[in-house]
C-alpha cells in the first residue's frame, strides 16, 4: 500500500525484486485514473463487497501455493537488459544470487542422489540374521556415514541406551531390562566409553593414532616442501601436539573433551595469527580433513566390532 501510495516515485522500485510488476502496477494506476487503491481489513466475516473480494483474492493466492499460478512475466516493464534462464525464467535479482542458487541446487540434486544410494544400495540390510561379516571393510565411508547419522541424532543403539529405553517400558520385567554394561568390559556402554574409553579398543586407537601422526606429518612436509609455506617451530609443534590429541582428552579440546568420535576436530585457530596464506589454508584443510576422516572410521569399525559382539552374545544367551 505505502509502495502504491508512492507510486510517483518510481525511482525507489528500480532495485527492487518483481519490479517489472510493480511499474506494471504503477502504470496501470497513472493510466486509469479511476482506479482506487484502499485498504481493507482482511480476514473479516463481513459482507460488504470489499471484504468478499478480499477473500476472493486470498483463496486465489492459497490455491496458487498450492497448485501453481501460471502468469505471464509483464515483458514490456522489465529493465532494458535482463538475465533469462530456461530453469529460472526472468532474473531481477542480482546474477550473483542467481549463480549462487544454480550451484547450490546443483550441489543438493548430487547429494541426495548419492546419500539415497549408499543408503539404500551400498549399505546391506541388517536384522536378527548375523550381521554381514566386516560391513566396514567393504562400504567403509557408507557404513561410517550411518554410524555418525546415529550418532548425532542420538539413536546409536549403546547398551547404556537400550538399557535407559527398557527401564521405561513398562511392559518390562525387571530381569528382562537389558545390561548397560560394555560388550568387552564392565564399564557402563556409552558411545564415548566405547570409543574413547574402552581397553579393549585401545590398540585400534593406538593404530589410528600413528596414522593421524603420519597424515599429520606428510601433510606439513608437502605444504613447505611444494608449497613452500614457511612454519614457525612453535606452529609445527603445535600442529603434531594437536594431532597427538585428536582421539583423546586433552587441552586441545573445548573443556578439554575429546569429540572426534562425533565428527568434530579440535581447533586450530590459535596456531595461526594470520589466514592470509593459500598453503596455509590448504594445510588447515588438508589436516582437519585428514583428522576427520580417521576419526570418523575408526568409530565406524569400532562400532562394527561391536555389533559383531553383541550378536554373538546374544546368540550364546538364545536370545535371538
Ligand atoms: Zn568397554
Given at each position: 500500500m505505502r509502495l502504491l501510495d508512492e507510486a510517483a516515485s518510481t525511482t525507489r522500485i528500480d532495485k527492487m525484486h518483481g519490479r517489472s510488476w510493480y511499474r506494471l502496477l504503477f502504470d496501470l494506476i497513472n493510466k486509469k485514473r479511476h482506479i482506487v487503491v484502499e485498504w481493507v481489513r482482511a480476514h473479516t466475516d463481513d459482507t460488504n463487497l470489499e471484504s468478499i473480494m478480499n477473500d476472493e483474492a486470498d483463496k486465489i493466492a492459497k490455491k496458487a501455493h498450492i497448485s501453481g499460478l501460471e502468469l505471464d512475466w509483464p515483458t514490456m516493464y522489465l529493465d532494458k537488459?535482463?538475465?533469462?534462464?530456461?530453469?529460472?525464467?526472468?532474473?531481477?535479482?542480482?546474477?550473483?544470487?542467481?549463480?549462487?542458487?544454480?550451484?547450490?541446487?546443483h550441489a543438493v540434486q548430487s547429494l541426495s542422489f548419492g546419500t539415497r544410494e549408499m543408503v539404500d544400495h551400498r549399505i546391506p540390510k541388517t536384522s536378527n540374521i548375523a550381521p554381514p561379516k566386516w560391513l566396514y571393510t567393504y562400504s567403509?565411508?557408507?557404513?561410517?556415514?550411518?554410524?555418525?547419522a546415529c550418532i548425532r541424532s542420538h539413536t546409536l543403539n549403546t547398551n547404556w541406551r537400550r538399557h535407559q529405553r527398557e527401564s521405561k517400558d513398562k511392559r518390562k520385567e525387571?530381569?528382562?531390562?537389558?545390561?548397560?554394561?560394555?560388550?568387552?568390559?564392565?564399564?557402563?556402554?556409552?558411545?564415548?566409553?566405547?570409543?574413547v574409553d574402552c581397553k579393549h579398543f585401545a590398540s585400534t586407537r593406538s593404530k589410528t593414532s600413528k596414522?593421524?601422526?603420519?597424515?599429520?606429518?606428510?601433510?606439513?612436509q608437502k605444504a613447505e616442501e611444494d608449497e613452500e609455506l614457511a612454519l614457525a617451530d612453535n606452529q609445527h609443534e603445535l600442529l603434531c601436539?594437536?594431532?597427538?590429541?585428536i582421539l583423546t582428552d586433552g587441552s586441545s579440546w573445548n573443556d578439554d573433551e575429546c569429540r572426534s568420535w562425533m565428527g568434530f576436530t579440535p581447533s586450530t585457530d590459535h596456531i595461526f595469527e594470520h589466514r592470509d596464506n593459500i598453503a596455509q589454508a590448504k594445510l588447515i584443510k588438508r589436516l582437519h580433513?585428514?583428522?576427520?576422516y580417521a576419526a570418523v572410521r575408526m568409530v565406524g569399525y569400532i562400532w562394527g566390532a561391536r555389533q559383531q559382539q553383541n550378536w554373538r552374545r546374544r546368540k550364546a544367551a538364545g536370545e535371538i
Open positions: 537488459y535482463t538475465l533469462y534462464s530456461a530453469e529460472h525464467g526472468y532474473v531481477e535479482y542480482s546474477p550473483a544470487t542467481l549463480i549462487e542458487r544454480s550451484f547450490n541446487e567403509t565411508k557408507a557404513y561410517s556415514v550411518q554410524v555418525q525387571p530381569h528382562e531390562i537389558a545390561s548397560p554394561n560394555c560388550e568387552f568390559c564392565d564399564e557402563v556402554e556409552t558411545e564415548r566409553h566405547l570409543f596414522e593421524i601422526k603420519q597424515l599429520t606429518q606428510k601433510a606439513i601436539y594437536t594431532a597427538t590429541q580433513d585428514g583428522w576427520h
